[in-house]
């Protein structure tokens, strides 16, 4: 486990469109909104936050192969990864015991049926859908508990 208090917050395709992409689905919250609601969260607990989004799942992976001894936990919103990539579970499990809370910003089980499987929830500590963009600060306060228990 990291000595550092810092979270890693990364963010999955076409994120980077929040506020403008389906506003019915996604709300008009803007990427950057979501980027300081997680700074708001972490620094309730004295911790920082490093935020990323995009839109190659490689870059996704090297910040998660990176985390390892830089941060004390990952929130990840795999977005269309969640249901199509085999390789973000795998660097999730590789960075263990790092914990991991996975977010959703709509609940996918009330939309199309590929959309309700996702491969990164096996290697998630919890999993957080249907809250909004809500559910990131949902998911830092999770992290925050789950790092006050093992320090």
Do not use: C, W
Request: proline share 4%.
């Amino acid at each position: 486990m990291s000595d550092r208090r810092s979270l890693l917050v990364l963010n999955g395709p076409n994120l980077n469109l929040l506020g403008t992409r389906k506003p019915e689905t996604y709300g008009r919250t803007t990427l950057a909104d979501v980027e300081a609601l997680a700074r708001e969260a972490a620094a309730a607990h004295e911790m920082d936050v490093a935020f990323l989004q995009s839109n190659h799942e490689g870059e996704l992976l090297d910040a998660i192969h990176a985390a390892r001894g830089v941060h004390a936990g990952i929130v990840i919103n795999p977005g269309a990864y969640s249901h199509t990539s085999i390789a973000l579970p795998d660097a999730l499990e590789a960075v263990q015991p790092l914990p991991v809370v996975e977010v959703h910003i709509s609940n996918v089980h009330r939309r199309e049926a590929f959309r309700h499987h996702s491969y990164v929830s096996a290697q998630a500590d919890a999993v957080i859908i249907g809250a909004g963009v809500h559910g990131y600060a949902l998911a830092v306060e999770h992290l925050a508990h789950l790092l006050a228990d093992v320090s």
